[in-house]
């Protein structure tokens, strides 16, 4: 019964690989994000979805490229894979309205480390 | 751009005394949010505050806002070991549903 999930838990890759981040909210939120949490712990918003429709796009490389196939799923897909992605990627959601918020529900968490 | 800036960035806090961690941010905002995390875990939200003079309570845990001087404090009460965590700010951007977050303060509890 996890509310927001992220898989996978862990990835390790080498430089240059694609990889792919999956999202799933079983709350009924129409809003979902992406954030990254750096080695200093600095949380920093990357996308956010309202609707399928992207509404936030932070300056995120182009190799970061978020899909939402429907409102309870978020998925990140990162080309060329560099040594400073290495990072944790929170997927998170809310029940918000433009121009208003709520709170956001964070999931687990996934570690990417790029060797 | 907005800022958020939190202060302590670290406390090592005695075994029931009390404590405050101030989050002041740049621009105009009237709610701001609270979160926990605890190490190698997710984010955990302890508090909502979504209008001026607003103030929450939970446990030993008390957040007020305060938006004309753009700063929200979360005070601790006789601090206890299982509140040791980061605790984070982070304010909401008038125009939408983007978070700004603070850099988090580490909180210690001494035995």
């Known amino acids: 019964d996890t509310a927001v999930s992220q898989t996978p838990k862990y990835l390790v890759t080498q430089m240059g690989n694609d990889k792919s981040i999956k999202c799933e909210q079983n709350l009924g939120h129409d809003t979902m994000y992406w954030y990254k949490q750096d080695s200093k712990k600095f949380l920093k918003i990357m996308f956010s979805y309202n609707n399928k429709e992207l509404i936030i796009n932070e300056t995120v490389p182009n190799r970061f490229s978020p899909k939402s196939p429907d409102k309870a799923h978020l998925n990140l897909h990162i080309n060329s894979l560099e040594l400073g992605d290495s990072a944790v990627y929170f997927c998170?959601?809310?029940?918000?309205?433009?121009?208003?918020?709520?709170?956001?529900?964070f999931g687990p968490g996934t570690r990417l480390t790029v060797t | 751009e907005l800022k958020v800036e939190q202060n302590p960035l670290f406390l090592s806090m005695q075994e029931e005394k009390n404590y405050t961690i101030y989050c002041n941010y740049s621009t105009t905002s009237d709610r701001l949010y609270w979160y926990r995390q605890d190490p190698g875990k997710s984010l955990e939200s302890l508090f909502v505050l979504l209008s001026n003079g607003a103030v929450k309570q939970e446990g030993r845990l008390m957040a007020s806002l305060d938006t004309k001087a753009r700063l929200s404090t979360l005070h601790i009460t006789a601090a206890v070991h299982d509140l040791s965590a980061t605790y984070f700010c982070?304010?909401?951007?008038?125009?939408?549903?983007?978070?700004?977050f603070g850099a988090g303060t580490i909180l210690r509890v001494k035995s």
């Open positions: 982070a304010v909401d951007m008038e125009y939408g549903n983007k978070l700004v």
């Open positions: 998170a959601s809310s029940q918000a309205l433009r121009g208003y918020s709520y709170e956001q529900y």
